[in-house]
């Protein structure tokens, strides 16, 4: 990555908002409509109804892309331009803040399934003054469908938020009528279970990508035609 002291005063502001949501102890009410922890066992009615739980701003805050993994996110939507951006998990905002960052051209479209962490996630985006993000609020299987209907096109998608291996592959396989000819792909967390370990390697032999990077946490995938240079 070629970083410049710009694209670091970017970063030093975004993690400035983290900062401060972290030191914020407020209890925040939501439905986990994921995948739980990567020893869970939640069949697919589970993760369709979701699971209520409580948690703090500060702890929701704290995860998500950071450091060298949100450097490396930004980097790739500043190299790569992509006019239209999708990403399925917006937490706290800071990945879509991040690519909005990158290249003001861009416009980012990111759901979210519960409308308390999306309010979260649209103060912090509202703080960074970012004008080319769209949230969407809802299970991703339930709007997934009309999202990409109204785009027609997407040219870089981050799948995160739902760690599921059937999942996974499902969201790519309503992705790909919709991928430009030099789209790519990030996914989230390719080792966090052995389901996702299991949908990587199968995502890695599908000829329909020209080449898949393992980072061990992101996989990057790109479709034949992209250029093999910006990761």
Not at 56 to 84: D, F
Not at 118 to 132: D, F, Q, S, T
Not at 136 to 153: C, H, K, S, T, W
């Amino acid at each position: 990555m070629q970083l410049t002291s710009h694209d670091h005063t970017i970063f030093e502001l975004i993690e400035a908002i983290r900062t401060k949501r972290k030191a914020q102890n407020e209890v925040i009410a939501l439905v986990d409509y994921g995948a739980g922890d990567p020893e869970a066992t939640r069949s697919h009615e589970e993760m369709y109804q979701g699971v209520p739980k409580e948690t703090t701003i500060a702890q929701l805050s704290s995860i998500g892309l950071k450091g060298e993994w949100a450097q490396r996110l930004y980097y790739l939507v500043q190299k790569h331009r992509p006019v239209k951006v999708l990403e399925l998990g917006t937490c706290c905002g800071f990945s879509a803040i991040y690519m909005a960052k990158a290249c003001r051209d861009s416009m980012i479209y990111t759901v979210e399934g519960d409308p308390n962490v999306a309010a979260l996630a649209k103060e912090n985006i509202e703080e960074a003054g970012c004008k080319n993000i769209t949230q969407y609020i809802g299970r991703f299987q339930d709007v997934l469908p009309a999202i990409l209907e109204a785009l027609l096109q997407v040219d870089l998608a981050f799948i995160d938020g739902h760690h599921d291996k059937e999942a996974t592959l499902h969201y790519l396989e309503m992705l790909k009528p919709y991928l430009s000819p030099k789209a790519v792909v990030v996914f989230d967390d390719i080792s966090w279970s052995d389901g996702m370990k299991e949908a990587w390697e199968k995502i890695c032999h599908d000829s329909f990508f020209e080449r898949c990077v393992d980072m061990k946490k992101l996989g990057i995938c790109f479709v034949k035609g992209e250029m093999n240079d910006m990761v």
